[in-house]
């Protein structure tokens, strides 16, 4: 499939692994534990999501549409949008536990690209989303060539701030009225980190400090 100029070659569909977490494309057949996950979790998620501001192109009108936008994005370079899977390794096989999506990705002079996530909250509190976020930049820098990686957090999403913390992402500043979040324009604190600063890798970089367990 032709990609739009600009863009990079990402080699989706990709699957990675690390320990009990897994990330891979989002599947049809995801579609009732996904809705399941949401409307579960509306109340905990709902000040960080994304909404369109007014009069903007509508979304995908069914979660099928949807897994096929995502894919057809991922296949034109222009994201990397992976479900966030969680193995508690008693047989059953990874489960449905949030996402994380790299977007925006730019090649040439910028070669960067934006990540954000989101995990279910009985998931919350296992390292999923700080190691899920260490795949996706490695992944980013080592095999798709990006420089650099950015995350936008709302300054008063405390549990986001953790995980950019916890993986040593660089604090840029702030950037007023940033995106559309929750039906208004929404202040955004922006973390970076370029390749050079995790030579190592930042998986490794984030294992070492925090070394895998077994976590039920």
Not at 67 to 75: D, S
Not at 88 to 97: I, R, S, T
Not at 147 to 161: G, M
């Amino acid at each position: 499939m032709p990609r739009a100029w600009g863009t990079v070659s990402t080699g989706w569909p990709v699957t990675l692994t690390e320990g009990q977490v897994v990330l891979r494309p989002l599947r049809r057949r995801d579609a009732a534990m996904w809705q399941q996950i949401r409307t579960r979790n509306q109340a905990w998620l709902q000040r960080w999501e994304a909404t369109l501001p007014p009069g903007g192109a509508p979304g995908a009108a069914s979660f099928g549409e949807l897994v096929r936008a995502l894919n057809q994005q991922g296949k034109q370079g222009r994201m990397l949008p992976w479900a966030v899977c969680w193995d508690d390794q008693h047989g059953k096989g990874p489960e449905l536990a949030g996402q994380v999506t790299v977007s925006g990705l730019v090649g040439g002079s910028a070669s960067l690209g934006q990540i954000g996530y989101w995990i279910d909250e009985r998931f919350a509190g296992k390292g999923i989303i700080p190691t899920a976020v260490a795949m996706a930049t490695d992944y980013c820098f080592n095999v798709v060539g990006l420089h650099r990686i950015e995350i936008a957090i709302r300054p008063e999403n405390a549990k986001s701030l953790r995980v950019v913390e916890k993986l040593g992402f660089r604090a840029e500043g702030l950037r007023p009225r940033y995106l559309h979040i929750d039906h208004d324009w929404r202040d955004h604190l922006v973390f970076a980190l370029n390749a050079e600063e995790v030579p190592g890798g930042l998986l490794a970089r984030w294992r070492s400090a925090h070394p895998p367990t077994l976590v039920e």
